[in-house]
């Protein structure tokens, strides 16, 4: 018996792949139509772009094997990601999302409402890291999630693992979007800081580690110590 023929590269494979893994998860009309605003934005002002379906809904099995109470998104996109988060977590938890863009918070808090979320469930901050983490909680957080330009949080990296729980999680998106991270001549600032971002989790014997080649790349680590 001869086996159905591979597709003729591994770039044509892993395309295919990407396709159908963002075609299975399930998105309702109110989290397309978040996506749809957050693109928009992305193409016009340059905001990050929202996560991808299949992202998205790796967060959410995420948000539900931790048993989610209580989240914390580092950059509000649209609230595309949040919505995914609150769809795996707990009913009566408590996602806080912090953005240094008012206008992508407005867009979140939209995302939100039309959702039906109530808002009790949803908190948005205005500030930066370096601003908002130290008015978090330590170690009261069930998964911490960072998205947009990775040197707008990588130098708050001990102030970010602070937060999480023993048996938490902290998930990093983007890092494989150009390519460039395992590029050693890339010398421009994103990159270093990707670099350096996952050196420090890869070499932290408190975190247990992975990357997972999921839309344009996560980095997550759970903190087992």
């Keep these: ?3 159905a023929p591979r597709p003729p590269t591994a770039g044509g494979w892993r395309d295919g792949a990407a ?3 963002d075609g299975f998860p399930s998105e309702p009309p109110a989290l397309v139509a978040a996506r ?7 193409t016009a002002f340059g905001t990050p772009a929202p996560v991808e379906p299949a992202v998205g809904a790796v967060l959410a099995v995420l948000a539900a094997s931790l048993d989610a109470r209580a989240v914390v998104s580092i950059g509000s996109g ?3 990601a949040g919505l995914w988060l609150l769809r795996g977590m707990r009913p009566d938890g408590v996602l806080t999302a912090l953005d240094s863009d008012p206008a992508e918070l407005r867009a979140a808090r ?7 979320v109530p808002t009790g469930r949803t908190r948005l901050i205005f500030g930066t890291p370096a601003e908002v983490l130290p008015r978090l909680s330590s170690a009261n957080y069930d998964l911490v999630t960072c998205s947009g330009p990775p040197t707008d949080y990588v130098p708050h990296l001990p102030g970010l693992l602070a937060l999480v729980r023993l048996g938490g999680s902290l998930v990093c998106h983007g890092l494989l979007a150009d390519g460039k991270i395992a590029d050693r001549s890339a010398r421009d600032p994103q990159s270093v800081a990707w670099r350096g971002l996952a050196r420090k989790v890869r070499e932290d ?4 580690s992975a990357v997972l080649p999921i ?11």
Excluded: C, I, N, P
């Design 205 to 208: 014997e408190t975190l247990t």
């Design 110 to 116: 939209r995302a939100f409402t039309d959702a039906g």
């Design 78 to 80: 649209g609230g595309v």
């Design 215 to 225: 839309g344009a790349g996560l980095l997550v680590a759970a903190r087992r110590s």
């Design 19 to 21: 396709a159908y893994a």
């Design 36 to 42: 749809q605003r957050a693109l928009t934005s992305a």
């Design 1 to 3: 018996m001869t086996s």
